[in-house]
């Protein structure tokens, strides 16, 4: 099956790994990562699979593919790629769509002390995590969790169910509607990552805890950092 795999951080690299090892012909759409990300640029050199860090387009595909996969890719992918691959292309988020569209997801969860987060693939379509639901998963939340082990428990339990997803597209199953609240969050941290004084003592704990995604900055308290419910 040919593949286009537009995507970067650590699941995008696992979701690489699993087609590679089901023997899929690969195209990587992706960014340059940060230091402290792992590089699938990196694994497409030593597995030599054809990458591009350009924005997708339909000028410059390599090929019609079968599936296309979005694996934490910055960019909507566009309607005129979509209707290449023929209804098969879907997206990974983490979160229990409908609820938490958009970016900062977990450290919103945290921050309004849900019970439950998880991870929902689903169909792309004209609108940002909009699309008919292929799977979805419940994940407890701790009430000790930092927004860093959140988001790794949710993306390593996430990618355990990725091939099952790739065969459900594969099958043209319908999915799901997305039913419920819809929420939706810009990109960048609560609140621009200030406490407000006048918050609950729990809300400003769930904050600090909300916003420690080393080495990203921690939240802060009139210009001084606080990484502990102890420094306030």
Same mark, same amino acid.
């Given at each position: 099956?040919?593949?286009?795999?537009?995507?970067?951080?650590?699941?995008?690299?696992?979701?690489?790994?699993?087609?590679?090892?089901?023997?899929?012909?690969?195209?990587?759409?992706?960014?340059?990562?940060?230091?402290?990300?792992?590089?699938?640029?990196?694994?497409?050199?030593?597995?030599?699979?054809?990458?591009?860090?350009?924005? $997708?387009?339909?000028?410059?595909?390599?090929?019609?593919?079968?599936?296309?996969? #979005?694996?934490?890719?910055?960019?909507?992918?566009?309607?005129?790629?979509?209707?290449? #691959?023929?209804?098969?292309?879907?997206?990974?988020?983490? #979160?229990?769509?409908?609820?938490?569209?958009? #970016?900062?997801?977990?450290?919103?969860?945290?921050?309004?002390?849900?019970?439950?987060?998880?991870?929902?693939?689903?169909?792309?379509?004209?609108?940002?995590?909009?699309?008919?639901?292929?799977?979805?998963?419940?994940?407890?939340?701790?009430?000790?969790?930092?927004?860093?082990?959140?988001?790794?428990? $949710?993306?390593?339990?996430?990618?355990?169910?990725?091939?099952?997803? $790739?065969?459900?597209?594969?099958?043209?199953?319908?999915?799901?509607?997305?039913?419920?609240?819809?929420?939706?969050?810009?990109?960048?941290?609560?609140?621009?990552?200030?406490?407000?004084?006048?918050?609950?003592?729990?809300?400003?704990?769930?904050?600090?805890?909300?916003?420690?995604?080393?080495?990203?900055?921690?939240?802060?308290?009139?210009?001084?950092?606080?990484?502990?419910?102890?420094?306030?």
């Amino acid at each position: 099956m040919k593949v286009i795999l537009c995507g970067h951080q650590w699941a995008a690299c696992e979701a690489l790994r699993q087609l590679i090892t089901k023997k899929h012909r690969v195209y990587v759409y992706t960014h340059v990562n940060q230091y402290f990300q792992p590089s699938l640029i990196n694994l497409c050199k030593k597995n030599k699979i054809k990458y591009t860090t350009k924005k $997708i387009s339909i000028l410059n595909l390599p090929f019609n593919p079968d599936m296309i996969c #979005s694996i934490f890719y910055k960019y909507k992918v566009p309607q005129d790629v979509l209707n290449i #691959s023929k209804g098969k292309a879907l997206n990974l988020h983490p #979160s229990l769509l409908p609820k938490y569209r958009g #970016s900062s997801s977990s450290a919103w969860a945290i921050l309004n002390n849900e019970k439950f987060v998880g991870f929902t693939y689903h169909y792309m379509d004209s609108k940002f995590d909009n699309g008919r639901i292929i799977l979805q998963k419940k994940i407890k939340m701790n009430n000790f969790d930092l927004n860093f082990t959140l988001f790794y428990r $949710i993306m390593f339990e996430s990618m355990k169910y990725f091939l099952t997803v $790739i065969q459900n597209v594969k099958r043209k199953i319908k999915g799901k509607k997305q039913v419920g609240k819809v929420s939706y969050f810009l990109k960048g941290p609560p609140f621009k990552g200030k406490i407000n004084p006048k918050w609950s003592f729990s809300k400003k704990e769930r904050f600090i805890r909300s916003m420690i995604f080393p080495p990203r900055p921690p939240a802060t308290l009139n210009k001084r950092k606080i990484r502990r419910i102890e420094e306030l």
